[in-house]
Nanobody, 133 residues
Framework: QEQLMESGGGSVQAGGSLRLSCTVS????????MGWFRQDPEQARARELI?????????SYGDSVKGRFTISKDNAKNILTLQMDNLKPEDSAKYTC?????????????????????????WGQGTLVSVSS
């Protein structure tokens, strides 16, 4: 169910930066995983989870964005942010913020956690990002 709202998408040249924001007031004071996934507007490819943050602040990233994107959450303002740097044309997609269950794996240290796309509680309508070469 769509209950979150993203902002900050747009067009940028390769190498540029964009900052996406998502209002998550609905989950103030709760322990839930949040994150961002993206999908080709033509939906020819499956959703790709690109960044997650768990209730303890642990973050994880997809291999395609690791080192370039940063997820953060302002608990005072209830805003989830995705800072995207060094953007590439292949980053062009519809970006959606979401909240839901966590996958937590502590068989390795530090523990790994990620938003479970199959266990979403809420998500936004998505915002388009276009990166030109």
């Amino acid at each position: 169910q769509e209950q979150l709202m993203e902002s900050g998408g747009g067009s940028v040249q390769a190498g540029g930066s964009l900052r996406l924001s998502c209002t998550v007031s609905k989950y103030a004071g709760t322990r839930i995983c949040m994150g961002w996934f993206r999908q080709d507007p033509e939906q020819a490819r499956a959703r790709e989870l690109i960044a997650s943050i768990d209730p303890d602040g642990r973050t994880s990233y997809g291999d395609s964005v690791k080192g370039r994107f940063t997820i953060s959450k302002d608990n005072a303002k209830n805003i989830l942010t995705l800072q995207m740097d060094n953007l590439k044309p292949e980053d062009s997609a519809k970006y959606t913020c979401a909240a839901g269950g966590c996958l937590i794996d502590c068989s390795r240290r530090p523990c790994y956690s990620a938003l479970r796309l199959e266990a979403l509680d809420a998500w936004g309508q998505g915002t388009l990002v276009s990166v030109s070469s």
